[in-house]
């Protein structure tokens, strides 16, 4: 993996970091995210995943998807707000 930027993307982000965020998070386990896809799943191919990543992030265009909502108790008492 190259960290050399190259190209005329509105954000500079160095291929390296993607590449060592993945490294962060495999370490800690790799929990399924909101796609369910696991980490095995997403090394299957880890060069286009981590590309596909970095390309949206550096274009601008990378959204990551909605958690699944979970609400929160509210208290039985108003807030006056």
Do not use: H
Request: proline share 6%; hydrophobic share 30%.
């Amino acid at each position: 993996m190259t960290s050399t930027d190259t190209t005329n993307k509105p954000f500079k982000i160095d291929k390296r970091r993607v590449y060592e965020a993945y490294k962060a998070v495999k370490s800690n386990g790799g929990a399924a995210g909101v796609d369910r896809q696991t980490i095995e799943q997403f090394e299957a191919d880890l060069g286009g995943n981590l590309y596909k990543i970095w390309n949206r992030m550096s274009s601008g265009t990378y959204f990551p998807r909605r958690c699944s909502p979970s609400p929160f108790p509210k208290r039985a008492e108003a807030s006056g707000f």
